[in-house]
């Protein structure tokens, strides 16, 4: 071959990876180099705070009660490149039965975490270093663990009751991020209420699940 066809042929290839980059070139690097993020344990023991609720007529408070929320953080391991439009999704979810083994219950549609503070946080996050969001809450009036999501249907069943447990099976989607694999927290919960975080860490267990 000679040396003119040889350089003639590696120009043709530049320029069609050139081509390639300005078509794809976002998807070729979320790929290769995107964000690469992950869901840790951020408060396991749980953060007491008071609510308030509001007459919504009057905007006149009517009461006040203590929670307890529960938090996740999601850190991105790649901090030069940030996941644009960030949301964690609620996938799936698994009860466990009077057997003692957890049994699927469908969703019909993935149902988004909400980001912490939830009073001002946007629903979609730029995640550069890390972001928190609220896993769930347990307040002295619901008699129940929450998971915090945006909206849930009526028919939901994803609340942990007394002497309940629920599987939550998570998953992170960016814009140029979806993650391989879901990760899996288990609620379990004994009834027991207290605004003693020492005493409430016996009554509520969270962790990861591996599988």
């Known amino acids: 071959m000679e040396w003119s066809t040889f350089w003639n042929s590696v120009g ?5 990876l050139v081509a390639i980059m ?11 180099v995107g964000p690469k993020l992950k869901l840790i344990p951020h408060n396991f023991r749980g953060t007491i705070t008071t609510l ?18 529960y938090h996740l953080r999601v850190d991105n391991s790649r901090r030069w490149v940030t996941a644009k439009n960030c949301r964690v999704l609620l996938r799936q979810l698994h009860r466990r039965g009077p057997d003692g083994e957890f ?20 629903t979609l996050q730029t995640v550069a270093d ?3 969001l609220d896993l769930g809450a347990i307040t002295e009036l619901s008699g129940k663990f929450e998971p915090k999501c ?4 009526a028919n939901f069943q994803g609340f942990v009751g007394p002497n309940e447990a629920v ?22 919960w004994n009834g027991k209420w207290s605004e003693n975080l020492d005493d409430m860490e016996k009554y509520v267990t969270i962790k990861e699940v591996f599988k």
């Open 167 to 188: 599987r939550y099976s998570l998953s992170i989607v960016a814009d140029n991020y979806v993650s391989p694999k879901v990760q899996v927290f288990e609620v379990a």
């Open 150 to 153: 945006y909206v849930t249907s």
């Open 103 to 122: 049994h699927i219950i469908p969703l019909v549609v993935p149902l988004q975490f909400v980001w912490s503070p939830a009073e001002w946080a946007p």
């Open 130 to 132: 890390n972001e928190i």
């Open 22 to 32: 300005a078509i794809w070139g976002e998807w070729v690097r979320s790929i290769f």
């Open 12 to 16: 043709a290839v530049g320029s069609i």
């Open 52 to 69: 308030t609720e509001i007459d919504r007529k009057t905007l006149e408070p009517i009461r006040s009660y203590k929670a307890i929320y």
